[in-house]
T-cell receptor, first 114, second 117 residues
Framework: KQEVTQIPAALSVPEGENLVLNCSFTDSAIYNLQWFRQDPGKGLTSLLLIQSSQREQTSGRLNASLDKSSGRSTLYIAASQPGDSATYLCAVPNYGGSQGNLIFGKGTKLSVKP | KAGVTQTPRYLIKTRGQQVTLSCSPISGHRSVSWYQQTPGQGLQFLFEYFSETQRNKGNFPGRFSGRQFSNSRSEMNVSTLELGDSALYLC????????????????FGAGSRLTVL
């Protein structure tokens, strides 16, 4: 059974710092991995999707990497800003499921202090 | 382009009642998925509908059900509410293509927050 874990559960950093969020999964047979952002009381916003054949994806100050063999992904945020404060979640498709059936980690709650 | 719309945004019910939540997907999206989010369990998949057919189902009791209409709008229903059903219920839509590359990324609504007293 696929399990997705995110450590740490919470992280507080000063503005301007570069930071890394971690995501691990137990079964390396994944099609892809997605990173989402969730603001308090809101829905999820897709940030990056890495296909299984890719190693990295970049969008602005965000860079996500994927190492299937070790069952790990990282989300790198450069020059963090207070507006980056949110919960970040990673997710992989369930076995044989479509993209609508995702298994999520419990998220890392990021707080960026001015 | 309108996003995914969920109604109602907030509702309060008592134990034993039933509730119906609605989700209007992005125009052109044929797949609608539902998730339950709680502080303890995180985000858990409930079910996915594609072209009015349930495509996948998560590990939830039969009190949780859903359906999809011909215009791709979806509803989920929870009967005989329990305190543990208090949660944020999120709906997501996509093109629904069975594309392992994940080209059809999910777009989530803002959620319906259900409180059961």
């Amino acid at each position: 059974k696929q399990e997705v874990t995110q450590i740490p559960a919470a992280l507080s950093v000063p503005e301007g710092e570069n930071l890394v969020l971690n995501c691990s999964f137990t079964d390396s047979a994944i099609y892809n991995l997605q990173w989402f952002r969730q603001d308090p009381g809101k829905g999820l916003t897709s940030l990056l999707l890495i296909q299984s054949s890719q190693r990295e994806q970049t969008s602005g100050r965000l860079n996500a990497s994927l190492d299937k063999s070790s069952g790990r992904s990282t989300l790198y945020i450069a020059a963090s800003q207070p507006g980056d404060s949110a919960t970040y979640l990673c997710a992989v498709p369930n076995y044989g499921g479509s993209q609508g059936n995702l298994i999520f980690g419990k998220g890392t709650k990021l707080s960026v202090k001015p | 382009k309108a996003g995914v719309t969920q109604t109602p945004r907030y509702l309060i019910k008592t134990r034993g009642q039933q509730v119906t939540l609605s989700c209007s997907p992005i125009s052109g999206h044929r797949s609608v998925s539902w998730y339950q989010q709680t502080p303890g369990q995180g985000l858990q998949f409930l079910f996915e509908y594609f072209s009015e057919t349930q495509r996948n189902k998560g590990n939830f009791p039969g009190r949780f059900s859903g359906r999809q209409f011909s215009n791709s709008r979806s509803e989920m229903n929870v009967s005989t509410l329990e305190l543990g059903d208090s949660a944020l219920y999120l709906c997501a839509s996509s093109l629904g293509l069975r594309d392992p590359s994940g080209a059809n990324v999910l777009t989530f609504g803002a959620g319906s927050r259900l409180t059961v007293l």
